[in-house]
C-alpha cells in the first residue's frame, strides 16, 4: 500500500497544477514555438508560409532602416520613462507613508492612474489636451504664451508619451510602500540618536535597504516600457516622422498592415532577446549595488 501511495501522490499532483500546465503548454510555448518558426518563413496570412531561414533576420539587420528608428526611439522612451517614474514613484511613496488620517484615500487616488493610464480613453484624452487646440494650449494662453502641436512636432511628441508613462507610477508606488514598511523603525531610532538627519538617513537607510524593491521595480518597468504600443499607437500612431515609432508598434505594423506575419515575428524574437540580455545585465550588476538585510 505504501509503494502505491508513493505512485499515486505525484500524479495527484499533476492533476491539481494541469490547469497550469494546460495554459503553459496551449497559450504559451505553443504559440511561441510557432512564432519561432514563422520567423524563419516568408508568411503573409494569405498563403502558406515559404521557408526562408534566417532571411527575415538578416534583412532586419541589414536593410531596415525602419527597424533601427524603432530600436533608438524604443531606447530613448525607456532610458528617459522608467527612471522617471521610479522617481516620483518612490518620492511619493516617502511622502505617503505616514500614520495620518485619510492617507489611505490618498493612496488610491495616486494610484488611480496605473489603473486607467493604458486604456484606450486615457490615451485618446492625452492625445486631445497636448493636441494644437488642447487644453494645455489653451491654459497657456492664458498667461500669454503660444503653444504649439505638442503631438504632432518631431521634438516634442515623444516627450508626450514619456510623461503619460510617468503619471502612471501607482503601481511602483504602491510596492515601495510595501517595502518602507518593511525597514526596521529601530534603524532610525539609531541614525536620529546619532545624529543623522532626516537626508542621512535616507541616503544611509532607506535607499541601501529598498534596493531589493528598486530592483524588482526597475526590471518590470523595463520589460513594460519595451513593450508599450497602446499610447503610441492612440496618441500619435508612430508619427510624426518615425519620431514615436516604438518598437511594439512596428511590429504590429508589419503584422497586420503590410501582412508581413513572418517578418513580424521575426522582429518580436528579437524584442525578446533584447529584454532578456538587458534583464540579465540588471540581474549581474546587481550584486553591485543591492543590499539585504541579512
Not at 512564432?35 to 531561414?53: D, H, Q, V
Not at 486607467?116 to 488642447?134: E, H, K, P, Q, T
Not at 532610525?188 to 541616503?203: H, L, M, N, P, Q
Amino acid at each position: 500500500m505504501a509503494k502505491f501511495n508513493r505512485f499515486i501522490e505525484p500524479i495527484w499532483g499533476y492533476v491539481f497544477i494541469s490547469p497550469w500546465l494546460l495554459g503553459l503548454f496551449v497559450l504559451t510555448i505553443g504559440p511561441m514555438s510557432q512564432s519561432f518558426y514563422l520567423s524563419l518563413t516568408a508568411y503573409n496570412l494569405l498563403e502558406l508560409p515559404t521557408w526562408i531561414g534566417f532571411g527575415n533576420y538578416h534583412e532586419i539587420f541589414t536593410d531596415d532602416k525602419d527597424f533601427w528608428k524603432a530600436m533608438q526611439v524604443t531606447f530613448t522612451y525607456v532610458v528617459l520613462s522608467v527612471p522617471l517614474k521610479l522617481f516620483f514613484a518612490l518620492m511619493v511613496a516617502m511622502l505617503l507613508f505616514r500614520a495620518i488620517r485619510g492617507m489611505s484615500v490618498f493612496r488610491a487616488i495616486f494610484y488611480l492612474p496605473s489603473l486607467i493610464g493604458g486604456s484606450v480613453a486615457i490615451s485618446a484624452i492625452w492625445r486631445n489636451l497636448f493636441g494644437a487646440d488642447g487644453f494645455l494650449n489653451k491654459l497657456l494662453s492664458l498667461v500669454g504664451i503660444q503653444g504649439i502641436d505638442w503631438i504632432n512636432t518631431p521634438g516634442t511628441a515623444l516627450y508626450t508619451l514619456v510623461l503619460l508613462a510617468v503619471w502612471q507610477f501607482g503601481s511602483s508606488m504602491v510596492i515601495f510602500l510595501a517595502g518602507l514598511k518593511q525597514i526596521p523603525r529601530d534603524l532610525y531610532e539609531s541614525a536620529s540618536v546619532d545624529g543623522a538627519s532626516k537626508i542621512r538617513s535616507f541616503f544611509a537607510i532607506t535607499l541601501p535597504m529598498l534596493t531589493p524593491i528598486i530592483l524588482f521595480n526597475l526590471v518590470m518597468q523595463i520589460i513594460g516600457s519595451f513593450q508599450m504600443f497602446t499610447q503610441a499607437f492612440i496618441v500619435t500612431k508612430g508619427g510624426p516622422i518615425n519620431s514615436t515609432l516604438v518598437y511594439a508598434l512596428y511590429v504590429y505594423q508589419k503584422a497586420f498592415a503590410y501582412f508581413n506575419m513572418g517578418y513580424a515575428s521575426a522582429l518580436a524574437w528579437i524584442l525578446l532577446m533584447f529584454i532578456a540580455v538587458f534583464t540579465a545585465l540588471i540581474f549581474w550588476s546587481a550584486k553591485r549595488w543591492v543590499h539585504y538585510e541579512t
